[in-house]
């Protein structure tokens, strides 16, 4: 998916993005999570979990945990794969320009295919 934001592209989490989610995770959860970087390594550690990082020219900016559960029925739909978003962050000097947004459609593509 195309974002709205000019140079800004999401990629899938790179182990040179490791230093980058954890500052972003202390600053952005620490008022959410008594250990906020522990909290965000276990989710992305957890199965079925994906990781998506927004760079906008080739910095890191934000990121978002999906995770895609197969759940044995939910309502009238037997056996659907069902997408939980565990967590996203955006640096505060970037906010307001649509990086969000991004990630978030991002996030819900991934989880349609």
Do not use: C, N, Q
Not at 5 to 30: H, K, N, Q, Y
Not at 89 to 97: I, K, L, N, P, S
């Amino acid at each position: 998916m195309r974002s709205l934001v000019t140079g800004l592209e999401l990629r899938p989490l790179a182990a040179d993005d490791a230093r980058f989610i954890a500052m972003l995770s202390r600053r952005a959860f620490v008022r959410y999570a008594h250990r906020p970087v522990r909290t965000v390594l276990d989710m992305l550690a957890a199965r079925d979990s994906e990781a998506f990082v927004a760079h906008l020219d080739d910095v890191p900016v934000g990121f978002t945990v999906v995770r895609l559960v197969d759940h044995p029925d939910y309502g009238p739909v037997a056996g659907p794969r069902l997408a939980h978003l565990d967590a996203i962050a955006v640096e505060t000097m970037v906010r307001r320009r649509g990086v969000g947004r991004a990630l978030l459609d991002h996030a819900e593509e991934h989880a349609r295919h």
